[in-house]
């Protein structure tokens, strides 16, 4: 499976962006779709999740009310909806596939990554 992620940029605090990722094939009810982000100096951390079928998401507590994960089934693509964006959210964002569940060492499968930037 090949993840292609997009809609990176630089935008301005408060500002809002949208990530894209397209799997390059049928996701599957029971996988989850999730992103990822590492900032400079950082190891990579957990943003948020989706399971396919139900669209059960879950986010991590600096993002929770700021940011919305969404998935469009034909279009076998996973968006990133980023609301007032802060300077701590600038990183490389990734996007990842897990076929196995939902635990956060499962995901195999990633996308190049892409750049979100963001000035005070």
């Known amino acids: 499976v090949q993840l292609q992620a997009s809609g990176g940029g630089s935008v301005q605090a408060g500002d809002s962006a949208r990530l894209s990722c397209a799997a390059s094939e049928r996701i599957f009810s029971t996988y989850y779709m999730g992103w990822f982000r590492q900032a400079p100096g950082k190891e990579r951390e957990f943003v948020s999740a989706?399971?396919?079928?139900?669209?059960?998401?879950y986010y991590a507590d600096s993002v929770k009310g700021r940011f919305t994960i969404s998935r469009d089934y034909a279009k076998n693509t996973v968006y990133l909806e980023m609301n007032s964006l802060k300077p701590e959210d600038a990183a490389v964002y990734y996007c990842a596939l897990n076929k196995r569940g939902s635990r956060l060492s499962e995901y195999e499968y990633w996308g190049q990554g892409t750049q979100v930037t963001v000035s005070s």
């Open positions: 989706i399971r396919w079928d139900s669209g059960y998401s």
